[in-house]
């Protein structure tokens, strides 16, 4: 432990700026109602708590920002760099508050507690009331996420400044151990809070009513801290003032977590409409159902994003197998596909005879089994004997899977514009699905919207070039109006532009996409429509493109 400074000699004269540490003037000595030891031991539990709170706030931002808007990577890169240049700024402010730092600590987690609070709840609203508002609303949750990465940073840099000056005067020692005793406090503190939000906060509380309980608790460690450590360093006033602040803050935080259920059941309709039947978070993802009875269309939603239309599922996932099962077709894979309805398409097929399914979600797999419309919708098609379900990552399932065991591999996966899926469309992991083809096997993969994102489709078509396969490209058109259906995100506002969905066939010789003469008729598809298909997809045809890698992704957000 760091030894206090000697004492100086007798008869000489010690500045005032010696006695109560750099910045000159600040009244009498502490009289603190504690030891110094002691003192120390709650600044710097205070210093714990409070970097274990911010580091919530922050994750908080990254993962409501990366759910609600997508593109993980953007939306971490904005936050982080975001809160970093504010929390240098901060850190610069805060030095004119150190005549009165305990007054200003204070202040700054009552503010720290409100803002980060309340954050996760306010970016959802402004998502959820305005996101199909359109015009200078278009961008508000970006702007909102922008606006508390920089209200938290600016408060976050604030709280260190201060603290160095109120541990210094409790016992005064040299900078460079106050500074490393702090620094200590402080990075302890953001691991706890880095792990408690994956495993702790966002599992049991979810983001709202976590990111309102680490606000409680900055509000009451920052307020007790100053108030019962350093009380007799403030006035009355100031006593006053930042008591009443840390009651009203503690009261809107507890308001709204007493509301929270009430404010997420009015978001979720406000986004999807009044006939919410279904809401639940599994261990990977948010999954909601609307719809399914009286008549009305079955939407099943992940993370935000439209997965299954009722209205033109069947359009999409006809599209997605038929082509694919023309040749041998014994064995099947389905990556993805957890709600069933690939594998119904599937099963239609006469001489299957087992079908694998490799579903990250063990969540939507029992939703697809057990909810009545959802069963219903995929023919309860994962209850059948022929069918084998795995819960494991698509590209860990594969790096297992033994060579050349499936006639065909359907990959049904979201867009690899979302960045958990970027991998599930990288060289790497066509070149572990070319592995598990037969010789004579078919690979066919959904690869996004044609029209809107040619980039992104013709980059899934590259990829599987440059993994040694060969290709044909097709798309699907008719998707109606409303959410985008299919694994692509698009809301009401954005669903004009994505009108088709795009597939690639692959296989090791040259495929031509048609149907089985011998299989079932599909509903929406004939061969003449799947070569029409073909000739619309090929007219917009982007060459030169570089296939997406592992460590170079290559698709758009």
């Given at each position: 432990?760091?030894e206090p400074q000697?004492?100086?000699?007798?008869?000489?004269?010690?500045?005032?700026?010696?006695a109560?540490g750099?910045?000159?003037?600040?009244?009498?000595p502490?009289?603190?109602?504690?030891?110094q030891?002691t003192g120390?031991?709650?600044?710097?539990a205070?210093v714990f708590v409070c970097?274990?709170?911010?580091?919530?706030?922050?994750l908080?931002?990254?993962?409501?920002?990366?759910y609600l808007?997508?593109?993980?990577?953007?939306?971490?890169s904005?936050?982080?760099?975001?809160?970093?240049?504010?929390?240098g700024?901060?850190?610069?402010?805060?030095?004119?508050?150190r005549?009165?730092?305990a007054?200003?600590?204070?202040?700054?987690?009552?503010?720290?507690?409100?803002?980060g609070?309340?954050?996760?709840?306010?970016?959802?609203?402004v998502?959820?009331?305005t996101?199909?508002?359109?015009?200078?609303w278009?961008?508000?949750?970006?702007?909102?996420?922008?606006?508390f990465?920089?209200?938290?940073?600016?408060?976050?840099?604030?709280?260190?400044?201060?603290?160095?000056e109120?541990?210094?005067?409790?016992?005064?020692q040299?900078?460079?151990?106050?500074?490393?005793d702090l620094?200590?406090?402080?990075?302890v503190g953001?691991l706890v809070?880095?792990?408690?939000?994956p495993?702790?906060l966002?599992?049991l509380?979810?983001?709202?009513?976590?990111?309102?309980?680490?606000?409680?608790?900055?509000?009451?460690v920052?307020g007790a801290?100053?108030l019962g450590l350093?009380?007799?360093?403030?006035?009355?006033?100031?006593?006053?003032?930042?008591?009443?602040?840390?009651?009203?803050?503690?009261?809107?935080?507890?308001?709204?977590?007493?509301l929270?259920?009430?404010?997420?059941?009015a978001?979720?309709?406000a986004?999807?409409?009044s006939d919410v039947?279904?809401?639940?978070?599994?261990d990977?993802?948010?999954v909601?159902?609307?719809?399914?009875r009286d008549g009305?269309p079955?939407?099943?939603?992940?993370?935000?994003?439209?997965?299954?239309?009722?209205?033109?599922?069947l359009?999409?996932?006809e599209?997605?197998?038929?082509?694919?099962?023309?040749?041998?077709h014994?064995?099947?894979?389905?990556?993805?596909g957890?709600d069933g309805?690939?594998?119904r398409?599937?099963?239609?097929?006469?001489g299957?005879?087992r079908?694998?399914v490799?579903?990250i979600?063990?969540?939507v797999?029992?939703l697809?089994?057990?909810?009545?419309?959802?069963?219903?919708?995929n023919?309860?098609?994962l209850?059948?004997?022929?069918v084998?379900?795995?819960?494991?990552?698509?590209f860990?399932w594969?790096?297992?899977?033994?060579?050349?065991?499936?006639?065909v591999v359907?990959s049904?996966?979201p867009?690899?514009?979302?960045?958990?899926s970027?991998?599930?469309?990288?060289?790497?992991?066509?070149?572990?699905?070319?592995?598990?083809l037969?010789?004579?096997?078919?690979l066919?993969v959904?690869g996004?919207?044609?029209?809107?994102?040619?980039?992104?489709?013709?980059?899934?078509?590259?990829?599987?070039?440059?993994?040694?396969?060969?290709t044909?490209?097709?798309?699907?058109?008719?998707?109606?109006d409303?959410?985008?259906?299919?694994?692509?995100?698009?809301?009401?506002?954005?669903?004009?532009?994505?009108?088709?969905?795009?597939?690639?066939?692959?296989?090791r010789?040259a495929?031509?996409?048609?149907?089985?003469p011998?299989?079932?008729?599909?509903r929406t598809l004939?061969?003449?429509s799947?070569?029409a298909d073909?000739?619309?997809?090929?007219?917009t045809?982007?060459?030169g493109?570089p296939?997406?890698?592992?460590?170079?992704?290559?698709y758009?957000?």
């Amino acid at each position: 432990m760091i030894e206090p400074q000697a004492p100086a000699p007798p008869g000489s004269t010690q500045s005032r700026e010696d006695a109560y540490g750099p910045g000159g003037d600040h009244g009498s000595p502490l009289c603190l109602p504690v030891r110094q030891g002691t003192g120390r031991f709650l600044v710097l539990a205070g210093v714990f708590v409070c970097a274990a709170c911010g580091l919530v706030y922050e994750l908080e931002l990254v993962a409501l920002a990366a759910y609600l808007m997508g593109d993980s990577v953007a939306q971490t890169s904005v936050v982080l760099s975001v809160m970093v240049f504010a929390m240098g700024i901060g850190s610069l402010a805060a030095k004119g508050l150190r005549r009165h730092a305990a007054a200003g600590f204070g202040a700054v987690e009552a503010a720290l507690a409100l803002v980060g609070g309340c954050s996760a709840m306010a970016l959802y609203a402004v998502f959820a009331w305005t996101g199909d508002w359109g015009g200078v609303w278009a961008n508000g949750p970006r702007a909102l996420v922008v606006a508390f990465s920089l209200t938290t940073g600016l408060l976050i840099g604030a709280e260190v400044p201060l603290l160095m000056e109120l541990i210094q005067r409790i016992r005064r020692q040299d900078a460079g151990g106050a500074v490393a005793d702090l620094s200590a406090a402080d990075y302890v503190g953001a691991l706890v809070g880095g792990l408690a939000f994956p495993f702790l906060l966002l599992p049991l509380l979810g983001q709202l009513t976590g990111a309102l309980i680490t606000g409680a608790v900055n509000a009451v460690v920052g307020g007790a801290l100053v108030l019962g450590l350093f009380r007799r360093d403030l006035t009355a006033r100031a006593r006053r003032l930042l008591v009443g602040a840390n009651v009203c803050v503690l009261v809107v935080l507890a308001s709204a977590a007493v509301l929270v259920d009430d404010f997420e059941r009015a978001a979720r309709h406000a986004m999807y409409g009044s006939d919410v039947r279904v809401a639940l978070r599994t261990d990977v993802q948010e999954v909601l159902l609307t719809g399914g009875r009286d008549g009305r269309p079955l939407n099943l939603f992940l993370d935000g994003r439209l997965r299954v239309a009722g209205r033109d599922e069947l359009r999409y996932h006809e599209a997605l197998v038929h082509p694919a099962m023309h040749g041998p077709h014994g064995r099947v894979l389905v990556l993805g596909g957890g709600d069933g309805l690939a594998v119904r398409e599937v099963l239609r097929h006469p001489g299957v005879r087992r079908v694998d399914v490799v579903e990250i979600d063990a969540g939507v797999v029992r939703l697809a089994r057990r909810d009545p419309a959802l069963s219903a919708l995929n023919a309860h098609a994962l209850d059948d004997p022929r069918v084998r379900v795995a819960t494991a990552d698509a590209f860990d399932w594969l790096r297992g899977a033994p060579p050349a065991a499936y006639d065909v591999v359907v990959s049904d996966l979201p867009h690899p514009g979302i960045t958990a899926s970027t991998k599930l469309y990288s060289q790497e992991f066509y070149g572990l699905t070319r592995r598990v083809l037969a010789p004579a096997g078919r690979l066919v993969v959904h690869g996004g919207a044609v029209e809107s994102r040619p980039r992104d489709f013709w980059t899934v078509d590259a990829t599987l070039r440059a993994a040694g396969l060969r290709t044909a490209a097709y798309r699907a058109s008719g998707r109606r109006d409303g959410f985008a259906a299919g694994p692509d995100r698009g809301a009401v506002a954005t669903a004009h532009a994505h009108r088709d969905w795009g597939f690639v066939l692959a296989a090791r010789n040259a495929p031509v996409p048609r149907l089985d003469p011998s299989g079932p008729p599909p509903r929406t598809l004939t061969d003449s429509s799947l070569a029409a298909d073909v000739r619309a997809a090929e007219r917009t045809r982007v060459t030169g493109l570089p296939p997406s890698t592992l460590v170079h992704p290559r698709y758009g957000g």
